[in-house]
């Protein structure tokens, strides 16, 4: 059986679904796994060492971490208007 490696927008997509509040977007952090899992790549990038594939995978971290800068961002404002 091939094992399904969940994307990174994965776990964004499952946290956002659950309505968070501000104070829990705010608070947001990626799981353990996926914080092991983006150490792993920087580490093999900065030795020269990442496939194509954990290139891509990568990539789209850094994507995901800029969408999850900016809603905090959003977050934080909607909570100052309140």
Known sequence: MAVVRSTPYDEVLEFLTSQ???EQIITFRPSDGTQ???R???ETNRNGALTAEEQHELDE???????IRRLKIHA???L???
């Open 20 to 22: 968070p509040t501000p």
């Open 36 to 38: 092991e899992r983006i």
């Open 40 to 42: 792993y790549l920087l």
């Open 61 to 67: 971290f850094e994507q995901v971490e800029h969408f």
């Open 76 to 78: 934080h404002t909607k």
């Open 80 to 82: 100052q208007k309140t």
